[in-house]
């Protein structure tokens, strides 16, 4: 076991690092069960959610922090508790267990309150309780976050249990120049902001216009010399039946829908088979058969 003398303190980043990975480790665990359970008809882990929660807990505390005096979290970044007591290397056993208690039990009597209060006949204080609960759990978050903005700035105790027990993350081992590469985030800090240059630009982009600029000034024209003194029966731009038919003074019709949209769009819009333009929008007029 390693002498107390080799311990250092625990940089902030490595202990907010390890939380992180702790919590990742219980979604994990839960997601696993989910998916294995996801047909099952009583639907069990929703109704027993905070139980599930709580075995989950206690067998990652049994075999990582009871067994190692460090969370899942702290082994894989060569983190460790240090008690107190600087006659005890790490972590007491009456510590271990009370940390237990705090990860463990707190959030399930948090979670079943209301069925325990109805469990001890205490019905008519169901709402003193709730209404106690609630005042607790506003002090502990506001505590929570004093704790937050002293470990910041002294870098122990990140939470209040550690606070409480008296432990903080320590590395077990002398530790080396901390190497940090930061070539995956500077790729993921270009990306992000190509995507937000992108969009913030493309909705300032008036593709309409530049795709009639394109059909009009680069592509080639349609040859519409088999239609020449007939009336082309087909909407120019969508090539379909037209809908409530319109015309702008050329041999060919439009659905109301897409010469609107498209003059409005871009107002320097023509007929894509002829290139006739619209002066204004008064010259975009229902069409109408005449009968002789």
């Keep these: 076991m390693a002498d107390s003398s080799e311990k250092t303190p625990a940089l902030r980043v490595s202990q907010l690092d390890a939380t992180e990975l702790d919590g990742e480790v219980v979604h994990i665990i839960k997601a696993q069960l989910n998916k294995l359970f996801k047909y099952h008809k009583s639907n069990i882990l929703v109704t027993y959610d905070p139980e599930v929660s709580a075995l989950i807990k206690t067998l990652i505390w049994r075999f990582s922090i009871y067994a190692h005096d460090s969370t899942i979290g702290q082994q894989i970044l060569n983190l460790k508790y240090s008690g107190s007591d600087p006659q ?3 972590m007491s056993r009456r510590q271990k267990i009370l940390y237990g208690l705090i990860l463990i039990v707190c959030p399930w009597l948090r979670e079943r309150a209301d069925n325990l209060v109805e469990l001890a006949g ?3 204080y169901h709402t003193k309780v709730r209404k106690l609960l609630k005042w607790l759990d506003i002090t502990l978050k506001l505590a929570a976050v004093w704790n937050f903005l002293v ?3 002294r870098g122990v105790y990140q939470t209040l249990t550690e606070r409480v027990l008296g432990v903080q993350a320590m590395f077990p081992d002398r530790q080396g120049m901390r190497q940090v590469s930061f070539e995956y985030m500077t790729r993921e800090l270009l ?4 995507s937000e240059f992108l ?3 493309l909705p300032l982009i008036n593709f309409q216009r530049v795709k009639n600029f ?7 024209r349609q040859d519409d ?5 007939l009336r082309v029966m087909e909407c120019a731009v969508c090539e379909d039946v037209p809908t ?3 015309e702008i003074g050329c041999p060919h019709l439009f659905c109301y829908y897409c010469i609107q949209s498209n003059y409005k769009a871009d107002p320097r819009f023509s007929c894509p088979r002829c290139q006739t333009s619209i002066p204004s929008v008064n010259s975009i007029r229902p069409y109408r058969t005449v009968i002789s």
Excluded: E
């Design 122 to 124: 205490l019905s008519q």
């Design 225 to 229: 010399s088999s239609h020449d003194g």
């Design 199 to 201: 969009f913030f630009t």
């Design 214 to 220: 394109v059909r009009r000034h680069i592509l080639p």
């Design 244 to 246: 409530n038919p319109q």
């Design 191 to 194: 990306w992000h902001g190509f």
């Design 88 to 90: 005890t290397s790490w």
């Design 151 to 153: 470990f910041l700035q």
